[in-house]
């Protein structure tokens, strides 16, 4: 898993800087209109409109990458390791009742 992390790191990456990018006009309130005199216009009521919308996809969706580049790696990594202790502490655990029941004196 951390591999697989480590290869899809910067396409991931990429693609989500790109899209938070390419949102921060409309975050900003920027509006763009070819037909008026001055066509960028920032706090238009057009681009109030999709300032909302902007923002939550802008936050979603870098929360979502670092958790997908972040968290669940190093959550898994942790189930793993832990998975290798509880094996470990059973086999040690049938080790200890194996040799109390082939030894008499100790039961």
Known sequence: ???AAAVRFRPVLLTAVTTILGLAPLAIGMDVDFTRDN???FGAEGGSFW???ALAIMYGLG???FLTLFM???LYSLIEGG?????RLFNRSKSFINNTAD???VS
């Open 1 to 3: 898993m951390i591999t």
């Open 39 to 41: 066509p960028i216009v």
């Open 51 to 53: 300032k909302s919308m």
């Open 63 to 65: 929360v979502a990458t």
């Open 72 to 74: 669940v790696p190093v």
């Open 83 to 87: 998975r290798g202790r509880i094996i």
């Open 103 to 105: 030894n008499p004196a």
